[in-house]
């Protein structure tokens, strides 16, 4: 994929914005008056009542579920939004250089007077100008545009910003070229972004059934006799990852193992020899943390690292967003862990999707969203975190409830949890397959994901590349 293949214009001349350089001879520079003008235009008397928002950069309608809360009584006071009007968010430029900051809108409806409503004359085609703000707001032009203390942008601004404009015939053709281009680039993200969906839920399946079924410890032989099985996902082969049993859903290790009923709905049938056990019998201590006062300054940055919900992300926790000092470590609740220890957030809204579970690769202080766990003898840190990865929807439907404003796990349920124990050397055996089965998927997953950003790139780049005349399309 290289922009390099599209040919140049022949003939291109000094477009007089630093930013811009050069466009094709036989384009103009236009001011935004020249084209554009705001659309105020207000529901009065109702006479619309699909209402509109700007999500990721595209327009669309809210559903009957999302028209409650913080709405106004009357949506008189929102204004029209024709079909090809340009949605344009206009406040925050200098904080928010994240989300996407415009859409054309394929609705007749009404958004929210927050938002500013262009319009085009009919010497400009919208789609055109849709792709240019998209183009502004990707390479980081449009953060320049505003004015105020919070950068803000308002109409005024876009009057007087200078465009590239190409004759009418030649902006249509522009964004048709995208438009075709876009969507088949959007079509190969979408595939691949589901490439690694199924790599997830083939890694949740090894896990599960490790955990809860065991492995054989000879090798890993499939229900045909052979030792692996080749599996394509995109560009990626792997020929070690094994397949999942035929009918099943689950791969093949350890199912010629004894098996006998848990006892457990969510975990079903376990080896013979394995035990079950309530999870409050075999934690030795378990304790949370606090956080030092955000007024005194000398509490923080201290070298200490200080776990909070947003740390626990990853199988091994070694680093943390903030920092305690020994001081605020002494004046708070905020309590040490020791390296080896199991932590899981307790409370956070993203228990609305998973469970996030990590082991400490060394000392670190805890928030009071924190719970840290100490094992007994009869239970290894690295299978119990294993066991709650293979089963966290599971595991989540057991224990969460619905706190005052946010999601929190019931310790109460969480400890009564049944866990099955194999033996500790099984244990270890199964979270050395699991870390061997998984570290395969991973790298397959970061090499689609790199493949992903390659695409995000080149449609950015084709984009800004086609509406400024760097490359000739059509």
């Not at 659309?39 to 999302?66: A, C, F, H, P, Q």
């Not at 006799?225 to 792997?238: H, K, L, P, Q, R």
């Not at 689609?448 to 790139?457: C, H, S, V």
């Amino acid at each position: 994929m290289q922009i390099t293949k599209f040919p140049k214009y022949d003939k291109y001349k000094p477009s007089g914005v630093k930013w811009l350089g050069e466009i094709p001879e036989h384009w103009e520079i236009y001011p935004g008056l020249k084209f554009l003008f705001e659309n105020k235009s207000k529901n009065s008397g109702m006479k619309r009542n699909t209402v509109l928002s700007l999500s990721y950069g595209n327009i669309r309608i809210k559903g009957e579920d999302e028209l409650t809360g913080l709405v106004p009584e009357s949506f008189e006071t929102y204004q029209f939004v024709n079909v090809g009007d340009l949605i344009f968010r206009p406040t925050d430029l200098q904080n928010d250089k994240v989300s996407l900051r415009s859409g054309i809108s394929e609705f007749e409806g009404i958004i929210t007077n927050a938002y500013l409503n262009l319009r085009f004359k009919k010497i400009a085609f919208p789609k055109f100008f849709h792709y240019f703000f998209r183009a502004i707001d990707n390479n980081k032009i449009i953060y320049g545009l505003g004015s105020g203390l919070r950068q803000n942008i308002s109409y005024l601004d876009f009057r007087r910003f200078n465009f590239p404009f190409p004759p009418l015939s030649e902006q249509t053709a522009i964004a048709n070229f995208l438009d075709r281009k876009t969507a088949l680039i959007d079509k190969t993200i979408a595939i691949k972004e589901k490439q690694i969906e199924l790599l997830k839920e083939r890694r949740q399946i090894i896990i599960h059934n490790a955990v809860t079924k065991g492995v054989v410890s000879t090798g890993s032989t499939t229900a045909t006799g052979s030792t692996t099985a080749t599996t394509s996902i995109g560009s990626v082969a792997d020929s070690s990852v094994p397949e999942p049993a035929e009918g099943t859903g689950l791969p093949v290790e350890g199912t010629a193992k004894k098996l006998k009923p848990s006892g457990v709905e969510w975990i079903g049938e376990i080896p013979e020899h394995w035990e079950v056990k309530r999870l409050k019998f075999l934690v030795k201590k378990s304790y949370s943390g606090g956080t030092p006062s955000t007024d005194k300054t000398d509490y923080w940055d201290g070298g200490i690292p200080w776990i909070s919900s947003s740390d626990v992300k990853f199988d091994i926790l070694k680093d943390t967003l903030r920092e305690i000092s020994h001081k605020g470590l002494m004046n708070s609740s905020a309590n040490l862990a020791p390296k080896g220890t199991v932590v899981f957030v307790t409370r956070s809204g993203i228990l609305q999707h998973t469970f996030p579970i990590s082991i400490l690769d060394r000392e670190m202080a805890v928030n009071q969203d924190i719970k840290c766990l100490l094992f007994s003898c009869l239970i290894i840190p690295e299978y119990f975190q294993k066991l709650i990865q293979g089963n966290n929807a599971k595991v989540l439907v057991e224990t969460r409830q619905q706190a005052a404003t946010v999601e929190s796990i019931n310790m109460n349920a969480f400890f009564n949890l049944f866990i099955p124990i194999p033996p500790i050397q099984e244990q270890k055996e199964i979270v050395s397959h699991i870390e061997t089965q998984t570290a395969k998927i991973a790298t397959a997953i970061s090499l689609i994901e790199q493949e992903i950003e390659k695409l995000k790139e080149y449609k950015s780049t084709l984009i800004d590349s086609a509406v400024t005349g760097k490359v000739k399309v059509c």
